[in-house]
């Protein structure tokens, strides 16, 4: 299963975007990035998943560069309610997830 | 999408006891997985469960420690046995969404044992 290695942590304040990169080397031709949100006491949360160069929900943006081996998830304006650990896994339909450390981003006033 | 409910959302149990902690997921999925998070920690697979066959447990985890239960396309349950503190952490439950590629995730059992 590939690893993925992203930021311990991040600090931001609430109406700027936030970039979490995250890097996945050994990523394999039929992987997925997707990435996951967690709040205190609960499950985390799917944020969106892409195969190649960008996606675009109403949440998140990720780009994906040419050779894959890394993803950038983009928080646009960030507020306090963004507050939470981010996870980038990859994985491929039908296969267990694996997390890696997670990111955990503080948004302040 | 898929809705998980887990019960319990939390409880406190004495050291040497069992605590059985069941995940109903609202419409019919093949694959359920118990994953377990240590306190400040990311998520680490349990086991997978199919149902009408036995578990799958990850490395570093038994049948014996966690038994697992799974008699329908709905419903599994998750067994932590004979727990000592160092199995105070968050269980969480989770399917497979349509696509296969998006993972739907319960609340969380959040356990203490003392």
């Known amino acids: 299963l590939a690893k993925t290695t992203q930021p311990i942590s991040m600090d931001s304040y609430e109406g700027q975007e936030v970039n979490i990169t995250c890097s996945h080397n050994n990523i394999a031709t039929n992987d997925y990035i997707t990435w996951y949100q967690q709040f205190p006491s609960q499950g985390p949360r799917f944020i969106i998943q892409g195969y190649k160069t960008k996606v675009t929900n109403e949440v998140a943006s990720l780009f994906i560069p040419a050779d894959r081996k890394s993803s950038t998830l983009s928080l646009p304006r960030v507020s306090l309610s963004d507050t939470a650990v981010y996870y980038c896994?990859?994985?491929?339909?039908?296969?267990?997830?694996?997390f890696g450390g997670g990111t955990r981003l503080m948004v302040k006033p | 999408s898929a809705v998980i409910s887990q019960k319990p959302s939390r409880d406190i149990c004495q050291r040497g006891t069992s605590l059985t902690i069941q995940c109903q997921v609202d419409?019919?999925?093949?694959?359920m997985f118990w994953y377990r998070q240590q306190p400040g920690q990311s998520l680490t697979l349990i086991a997978t469960a199919n149902q009408g066959s036995e578990a799958t447990y990850e490395s570093g985890f038994v049948i014996d420690k966690f038994p697992i239960s799974r008699p329908n396309l709905t419903f599994s349950t998750l067994t932590v046995s004979n727990m000592s503190p160092e199995d105070s952490s968050i269980y969480l439950c989770?399917?497979?969404?349509?696509?296969?590629?998006?993972?739907?995730f319960g609340q969380g059992t959040r356990l203490t044992v003392v």
């Open positions: 419409s019919q999925v093949t694959m």
């Open positions: 989770s399917v497979d969404g349509a696509l296969n590629t998006e993972a739907f």
């Open positions: 896994l990859v994985n491929n339909a039908g296969n267990m997830l694996t």
